[in-house]
């Protein structure tokens, strides 16, 4: 995008404040419910919020200031509006109609940025003057390929390209941007990539060039065709230095710069510290400005070497980043200091650069052997230590600096830097449900700074920046000191200033006006004998009187009531009245036009009250020389109250900002023993290490010698800007064991430490809050009524959850014992048998005192066993069949327990195998192996028992009929079987052939009526008919004859090119003669057609080709070929197959039948010519016609006015007859002065633009008798209106695109056209 190169002043440094004491000791304590709900409202969960869902991962987003947001994921680039909720264009990148990846990319592990296909997405030349917005794409295909397309739309093609610009490897990094420079003010992209990569697995993906091998940054410009660089244009790394990951690029003070940081693609980590590089902001050659390292290690043993993400507030000079330590594979060194929010001025960047060759080539440098670079420190205010920050995005607002961080765990947070850049504890203002990472990149929204686009994994949404709905007060709204909310007088809520109904008008209070501004209504006694009721801060603009009113709500009596002009603030006095000490609570309202505020005041607890400025803040009197707190109604010394009100000022609540990082920290012990005077205490572990969002009532510790403490104390460090929670033991259960009550608390891990008496902090290690847990999948959903099955419940965060319940609305809660992980439990299924045998119960998971429902579970009947057998094989293994019923059950081999009982009540163990559900019955296989009498075993086994979890059933062994019996009884059923199935077999062909028969006459009937009905329907005047509808156009013979015997024309008529009738007898050599004598021989012919007919091979298209060949070699002996078709009818009728008559001849699947359709052409020929030729013709124009006289489905061809039922056109719009004046264009294919160049052609305005052009083509011919002489392709319509012209097309740019992406054609009525207008035909 353009930027603009305005440089902001930079701010002298803030003293840092003085560390506060940490936040008090909280007592433990149950937490209820209440804990739960206010967790769950505090941070925005997105129902409402817009959501766009891509089939990819997002590779890159942006925004741009006119067109839209870009979405890159896959393969594909999708503008959307800015709602999300439209999908403007898309451009398939690699294949069209697919947005696949063309390699499956596994994600990095974190806190890598991810890997993609999609490189660089840059709006740019977007100002008032720029002829054109444009967007510059990269991606990795074609070696690394950019383009530039129009904003507009992005279907249009490329207007420029090249190759090898960006890196061509998806794992690779690519930063860019564009900026204006030279003289001649030409747009240059500045782009820093990873072009080689070192493993030999992914090198092989794409060669560059060998001048792009070693080039870590280049010059480009991109108003030339290929995007070319000179060759001053490259910055190139220095041999040896290994690749560098290069995570942005932005424009400051004049130059470009791209942070990085040395990166190992083989190992995964950081070799070195990340460094900012800065070139000059020219055009064609690049001049290297120096490079320079960032220090943002602070807090972290290891330091923080990985850059995630990266942000400029120019408005500042501040450069904003994410850093993070390693975490390893699976995350296991991750802890509460991983991830690192710096910030760091670009002045102190720009200034300790140095030109050293330390990660770039240089020809002149005066730098020492060994001299290493400097590392910038960061802004140690703004430094905001976090477990899993991913991404961060800066702006100023209202003077006030404000940070939009993402995190790992789906989080949206918000910190708001105070007047020296001291960070806060940040907000969460937004959660995703799925715990998606958030992506590196943040993006706002370019015309409303309420919005923000945050995007992670498949999804973009759309995120107001702050929750000011959440604050109910005024005082409330204000203190938060966040600049996006303000106070709205007339909605009277907290909002921001775009929802405030007309904000200019002093309608809307922002941070600026601070909380004093807030309207409050105070009640104090102003003399002797009255209190005054009045009201002080800001007010909406005011057009009627105010009215103010203090009211007894017990009694429903009025104390006081006043009026003023609205200029004028409202008060209201109350005199002293010894009858109003019984009033102890008071409603007090003023009201101007329709706003209003009220407030309460409560005079119970006023003499219990021993401090004047709570006294008076109440609302209650205070007595100076008594010094006392009375009733505002009564009376005490007068000469108290004017000194009084002077001296003793209302307490008012205090906002204090929140801690900065480092301040109230508690002396730590790095080892977990901890020494208080002679006493040694021992910390050794706590469980458990993960907790939910609500806190943990039971967290134990354990160690040695906590009975010897007085005073012990658990201290809660999370994000350093965040005050610490300080907890007391909850009870001390012995010597070694401890227990402790947390709190509840947003997601993020914390640091751990125990405090004795006083002493140094011990370190526990760290604590994991995480979200509550969810359920997917709950698998099997349906048990038995016994109990006892294995179920399992995936989702995630099950390590939190206290207890697994079973719920049902007549037994209750049931607790069941479970065994969870983070991803799944298993339980087994409690026993309901004292219930119906079919309901349903609900599956509930306890977290504290909440109740997360996670699915439903059916209960069915026992399963129901029919019987088994037992069967040897060989004799050392033995097979177990178990049928049973079907049902809806799936048993696992963990829920099943089978044993066989032999002999004298000898028991064997079966192994499962399987189960096998067939259409009657399900068998269970089971096998007993490593047995050595088998056969014995086999005719002594009585019974097997099945244990299905808490059922258990004995199985009986099925009686089998003994073989003499079952060989006897066999034969006899097989010959019963064999003649009552000829009997039915043959009264059912019978019965068949009789069906078939009346199914036919009926269809007949039916056609027929259907005929009638349509020619009546179709009837038309004779009027209605073009007299003059051209000559007919009659084929001679030889295409007569070749149309009819080879429909698919182009196969074989070009061989005949002689005329049929008069070949010459002399132009034969001897093999045809032979053939021709073999054709006239009967009894050969015959024998040949039935021959070929019996090959497989010889398919029904191939029968047809045969029989069209043999009619033209026999249509000079018709005699003959009769004497042949009758031969062969006589076959084809004596063929099984052709039992019906009326079947037969119905389709040409035979030689006979496709000769037989040849015969009847040839014979018919001079009969069509001569007489029903000309009428025929007549009526298939006059039906065209009638058909052209109503819509015509331009894609499926289906009309309103047809014959044939399939192809009826059901769903007909409204139409209308349009009478055009068409002009044709004088061609020289047509140049005759007797053709008619004006023409008055109907048509319909749901006609395409191509449908129009037919009917205009065969008005011409109907009106000329002869064609246009040019194909409809070749020609163009012309709407012509006064002297403009616009010509239409079928598809432009007004065409209408539909939900789906469908582009509708265009019609004449999409053009307006009306009766009368004129079109120009031109060619094109």
């Not at 991109?222 to 190139?236: D, I, M, P, V």
């Not at 014995?936 to 073989?963: A, C, F, M």
Request: net charge neutral; glycine share 6%.
């Amino acid at each position: 995008m353009e930027v603009s190169g305005r440089k902001a002043p930079p701010r002298p440094p803030r003293p840092p404040r003085a560390p506060r004491a940490p936040r008090p000791p909280r007592p433990a304590a149950p937490l209820p419910l209440l804990a739960y709900l206010l967790a769950l409202a505090a941070p925005s969960r997105g129902a409402d919020e817009p959501v766009w869902r891509s089939e990819q991962a997002i590779g890159a987003i942006a925004a741009s200031l006119a067109d839209g947001v870009f979405v890159a994921s896959g393969s594909c680039l999708d503008q959307l509006d800015y709602s999300l909720e439209h999908r403007l264009s898309r451009l398939y990148r690699d294949q069209a109609g697919n947005c696949t990846e063309p390699v499956s990319l596994a994600p990095p592990a974190r806190p890598r940025p991810g890997s993609s296909f999609s490189k660089l997405l840059l709006p740019y030349s977007e100002g008032a003057a720029d002829p054109q917005r444009l967007l510059l794409t990269g991606w990795t295909f074609d070696r690394g390929a950019c383009e530039v397309r129009l904003l507009g739309n992005l279907s249009h093609g490329s207007l420029r390209n090249g190759t090898e610009v960006v890196s061509c490897h998806p794992q690779g990094s690519t930063a860019g941007v564009v900026y204006r420079a030279g003289e001649r003010n030409r747009w240059y992209l500045a782009v820093a990539a990873t072009y080689v990569l070192p493993e030999p697995e992914t090198a092989s993906r794409c060669n560059p060039a060998a001048s792009d091998r070693d080039t870590a940054i280049a010059l480009k410009d991109t108003e030339g065709r290929s995007l070319a660089t000179e060759e001053l244009g490259r910055l190139k790394l220095r041999g040896g230095a290994g690749s560098l990951h290069f995570v942005d690029a932005f424009l400051w003070n004049g130059s470009v710069y791209f942070p990085y940081y040395p990166y190992n693609y083989t190992s995964g980590a950081a070799t070195g510290w990340p460094s900012m590089v800065r070139i000059a902001q020219s055009a064609k050659v690049l001049q290297f400005q120096g490079q320079a390292a960032l220090d943002c290690g602070h807090g972290h043993p290891d330091g923080r070497r990985l850059l995630l993400s990266s942000s400029l507030v120019e408005a500042l000079g501040v450069w904003a980043g994410v850093f993070s330590a390693a975490t390893g594979e699976g995350q296991e060194r991750r802890s509460p200091a991983t991830t690192a929010l710096c910030l760091f001025r670009m002045s102190e960047i720009q200034e300790r650069a140095k030109s050293c060759p330390w990660d770039f080539q240089m020809a002149e440098h005066n730098c020492k052997d060994g001299e290493q670079p400097e590392r910038v420190p960061p802004i140690a205010s703004s430094t905001l230590i976090h477990s899993d920050l991913t991404s961060v995005y800066g702006t100023v607002v209202m003077n006030r600096t404000v940070l939009f961080l993402g995190t790992g765990d789906g989080q949206l947070l918000k910190v708001i830097l105070g007047e020296n850049l001291t960070s806060n504890c940040p907000e969460v203002i937004y959660e995703i449900k799925e715990e998606t990472p958030i992506f590196y990149k943040l993006v706002p929204h370019p015309k409303k700074n309420i919005y923000i686009y945050l995007t992670a994994g498949k999804e973009v949404r759309r995120i107001r920046v702050a929750n000011c709905s959440k604050h109910q007060s005024c005082m409330e709204c204000l203190k938060v000191a966040d600049p996006h909310c303000g106070w709205c007088h007339s909605l009277q809520r907290c909002t921001f200033k775009e929802d405030c109904v007309n904000p200019e008008y002093e309608n809307w209070l922002d941070i600026s006006s601070g909380a004093k501004k807030c309207p409050q209504i105070n009640l104090f006694r102003s003399s002797k004998d009255k209190t005054t009721v009045t009201v002080v801060g800001s007010f909406p603009p005011r057009r009627s009187d105010w009215e103010c009113v203090v009211k007894n709500p017990d009694t429903g009596r009025q104390l006081c009531k006043g009026r003023s002009p609205p200029d004028k603030i409202c008060t209201c006095s109350i005199p002293t009245r010894a009858t109003y000490k019984d009033v102890l609570v008071v409603n007090v309202t003023f009201s101007v036009d329709s706003w209003h505020l009220s407030k309460r005041f409560n005079f119970t607890n006023c003499s219990s009250l021993r401090e004047c400025p709570v006294c008076i803040g109440t609302g209650c009197a205070w007595c100076k020389s008594e010094r006392k707190c009375i009733h505002p109604f009564t009376a005490c010394d007068p000469s108290d109250y004017k000194r009084n009100q002077e001296h003793c000022q209302v307490a008012v609540e205090k906002w204090v900002p929140s801690k900065t990082a480092g301040e109230g920290r508690f002396p730590e012990s790095k080892s977990n023993r901890t020494t208080q005077g002679l006493q040694v205490f021992y910390i050794k572990s706590i469980e458990p290490r993960k907790i939910s969002t609500l806190g943990k009532s039971n967290v134990i510790v354990t160690g040695a010698n906590f009975t010897r403490a007085s005073n012990i104390t658990m201290i809660l460090k999370g994000t350093s800007t965040c005050d610490k929670d300080v907890i007391q033991v909850s009870h001390v259960l012995n010597d070694t064991h401890m227990k402790f009550s947390l709190p509840s608390s947003r997601k993020e891990m914390k640091d751990v430490c125990i405090q004795f008496d006083g002493g140094d902090c011990t370190s526990v290690g760290p604590l994991s809050y995480i979200a509550l847990p969810r359920c997917s999948l709950i698998y099997p959903a349906t048990t038995w009524i016994s109990g006892g099955q294995n179920i399992t419940i995936i989702g995630r965060n099950f390590d939190v959850i206290d207890n697994l319940i079973i719920s049902h609305e007549l037994k209750g809660n049931i607790n069941v014992s479970e065994y969870c992980m983070a991803t799944s439990c298993r339980f087994l299924a409690p026993s309901l048998k004292s219930l119906k045998a079919r309901t349903n119960v609900t599956v509930k998971l306890r977290v504290q005192e909440t109740y997360l429902e996670c699915g439903s579970l059916q209960y069915l009947e026992d399963p129901r066993f029919t019987g088994c057998r037992v069967e040897p094989e060989g004799d050392t293994e033995l097979e177990v069949k178990i049928q049973k019923e079907n049902d809806e059950f799936n048993i696992s081999k963990t829920d099943i327990e089978i044993t066989l009982f032999h002999g004298e009540n000898e028991q064997l163990n079966c192994s499962f195998e399987n189960i096998t559900r067939n259409q009657d019955l399900t068998i269970i296989l089971c096998k007993i192996k490593g047995i050595t009498n088998a056969n014995s075993i086999d005719t002594s086994s009585k019974k097997v028992r099945v244990k299905l979890g808490n059922l258990e059933l004995y199985v009986e062994q099925e009686t089998v009929p003994t073989t003499w019996y079952f060989l006897i009884v066999l034969p006899v059923l097989l010959v019963i079987v064999i003649f009552a199935a000829v009997g039915v077999t043959r009264h059912k062909s019978k019965e068949l052939s009789r069906k078939q028969s009346q199914q036919l006459e009926l269809l007949e009937s039916e056609l027929r009526k259907e005929i009638r009905d349509g020619f009546a329907e179709l009837q038309m005047d004779k009027l209605d008919v073009v007299d003059s509808f051209g000559t007919v156009p009659f084929l001679d013979y030889k295409h007569f004859a070749l149309r009819t015997f080879f429909p698919e024309s182009g196969g074989f008529t070009h061989i005949f090119t002689e005329d049929m009738h008069n070949r010459d007898a002399t132009d034969k050599n001897e093999s045809l003669t032979a053939l021709d004598a073999l054709i006239c021989n009967k009894s050969f012919l015959v024998t040949v057609i039935h021959t070929l007919e019996k090959q497989k091979n010889f398919s029904v298209k191939d029968r047809c080709l045969f029989a069209s060949f043999l009619t033209i070699a026999l249509q000079t002996k018709l005699v003959y070929l009769t004497s042949i078709l009758e031969v062969l009818t006589r076959d084809l009728m004596e063929q099984s197959s052709n039992m019906q008559p009326k079947l037969m001849l119905r389709r040409t699947e035979s030689v006979v039948e496709k000769l037989l359709t040849n015969w009847m052409s040839v014979c018919l020929s001079g009969f069509l010519r001569e007489t029903v030729g000309e009428p025929f013709y007549l009526l298939v124009t006059t039906l065209n016609q009638k058909i052209n006289k109503g819509p015509v489905d331009v894609i499926t061809c289906k009309a309103l006015y047809t014959l044939n039922e399939d192809w009826l056109l059901w769903q007909v719009p409204e139409f209308n007859t349009v009478a055009l004046n068409v002009v044709f264009e004088r061609i020289p294919e047509n140049e005759s002065a007797d053709v008619c160049r004006n023409i008055s052609v109907n048509v319909l305005d749901c006609d395409t633009i191509g449908q129009a052009k037919e009917k205009i083509f065969q008005a011409f011919l109907s009106k000329n008798g002869s064609p246009y002489g040019l194909q409809l392709n070749e020609i163009g319509l012309e709407l012509q209106v006064g002297t403009r012209q616009k010509e239409l097309l079928d598809i432009d740019s007004s065409s209408v695109i539909l939900e789906d992406g469908i582009t509708k054609l265009n019609t004449i009525g999409h053009y307006e056209i009306s009766n009368g207008s004129t079109i120009k035909v031109f060619r094109r």
